[in-house]
């Protein structure tokens, strides 16, 4: 599961702290990095992200006031180099108060706590809101939409604002202007694995792994760090002679 974020902080340092730090983290996605809650207002309605990190003491409008603007499936963390606002924190149902300077440790520890949070609540969502399984998808390509089913699709590439659907039963890969994080929502798990943030693989279509890589052909596809160990615990319970 991969969850989104935005981030407000007027301190530019600040900013590009928390932006550095969501590139390490495998299962989140950025959305937008504003410099001020006004800003963010419009850019949030344009491009809605699951966590919202917002710094509290802010000119126009500050962090306290603009997270009562948020929506209820939206959760708040507030970032602050005073302690004293905890508590109000809390009280407008933050998730989480990390308290300047940030370190990478404590923003991974709220980072899986939000995904934890998001986690539970798709479990315990009613039958009618979960979706549907399917066996296809429908993606936009040369001005056409055209229907790929899951079991045709080999991986998929991520470019910077592009996906490369590679598939067997065409010669080129289909491209398509869309983020891999909502073609990964929408490919089942049970089929399909990401291996690194610019790649997700159809598992049935792996037939070697080598040095650490998966392999399609001629093509090596590399396995970030983050994902070594899901992989291998995938190929441990499929293998035989352990």
């Keep these: ?9 007027d301190e530019p340092l600040a900013l ?7 590139a390490q983290t495998p299962f989140m996605e950025l959305k937008g990095a504003y410099s001020s809650a006004i800003e963010a207002l419009d850019g949030l ?4 992200a699951d966590i919202v990190f917002t710094d509290i003491q802010m000119p126009e409008l500050d962090g306290l006031s ?13 970032t602050s180099a005073f302690e004293q606002y905890a508590i109000e924190g809390y009280r407008v149902n933050a998730l989480d108060y990390l308290l ?10 709220t980072a899986k ?30 001005y056409k939409l055209l229907r790929i089913n899951f ?7 991520g470019l910077k604002d592009y996906v490369k659907i590679y598939t067997d039963s065409q010669s080129r890969p289909i491209l398509s202007l869309i983020s891999m994080h909502t073609i990964e929502e929408a490919l089942p798990s049970s089929m399909f694995m990401r291996i690194h943030r610019s790649y997700i693989v159809n598992m049935s279509k792996v037939e070697v792994v080598e040095r650490g890589q998966i392999v399609f052909g001629d093509k090596y596809l590399p396995v970030s760090d983050s994902y070594k160990e899901k992989l291998q615990e995938y190929i441990n319970s499929r293998l035989l002679g352990k």
């Design 1 to 9: 599961m991969t969850i989104t974020c935005a981030i407000i902080d």
């Design 16 to 22: 590009e702290l928390l932006q550095s730090y969501v």
């Design 45 to 48: 309605r344009k491009e809605p």
């Design 66 to 78: 603009f997270s009562k603007t948020l929506n209820e499936n939206t959760r708040i963390v507030f």
């Design 100 to 109: 300047k300077p940030i370190s990478y440790n404590d923003f991974l520890i």
């Design 113 to 142: 706590k939000a995904l934890k949070w998001y986690k539970q609540k798709e479990k315990e969502s009613p039958p009618e809101m979960q979706k549907p399984q399917e066996n296809s998808l429908f993606v936009k390509s040369d």
């Design 151 to 157: 079991d045709d699709i080999r991986y998929i590439e």
